[in-house]
């Protein structure tokens, strides 16, 4: 089970960090093996990668569009992964979504993850 939090809104420039816990037991083996991911969707939009971690090592990737704006971090004790969103802009609004694949493979595609959670809304205004 995933839950996002630290959804809000707040103005262009400013910053705001996601968290997403993950509690529960998995069908792809223990939490540890699973990489964790963000993804964002705004209305008549794809679903889009933004960011993936795995609970094992410090390796990270981030999509192009928030590069230099968006660091994705966890906390192995609290298994919580969290999305530290700097210099935000207009277009960066969307729901924000955590998912985990089992495989710990920095995949992009939404239909590569396993869990879901149920999304935190993010808004940004000028």
């Known amino acids: 089970q995933l839950a996002e939090s630290g959804g809000g809104s707040v103005q262009v420039g400013e910053s705001l960090t996601l968290s997403c816990a993950a509690s529960?037991?998995?069908?792809?083996?223990?939490?540890?093996?699973?990489?964790m991911a963000w993804f964002r969707q705004t209305p008549g939009k794809e679903r889009e990668f933004v960011a993936v971690?795995?609970?094992?090592?410090?390796?990270?990737r981030v999509a192009d569009s928030v590069k230099g704006r968006f660091t994705i971090s966890k906390d192995n004790s609290k298994k919580t992964v969290y999305l530290q969103m700097n210099s935000l802009k207009a277009e960066d609004t969307a729901v924000y979504y955590c998912?985990?694949?089992?495989?710990?493979?920095?995949?992009?595609?939404?239909?590569?993850?396993?869990?879901w959670g149920q999304g935190t809304q993010v808004t940004v205004s000028s």
């Open positions: 998912a985990a694949n089992s495989r710990g493979i920095f995949w992009t595609g939404r239909n590569d993850y396993d869990y």
């Open positions: 971690i795995r609970w094992s090592g410090t390796n990270t």
């Open positions: 529960g037991r998995t069908s792809g083996g223990h939490w540890s093996n699973y990489a």
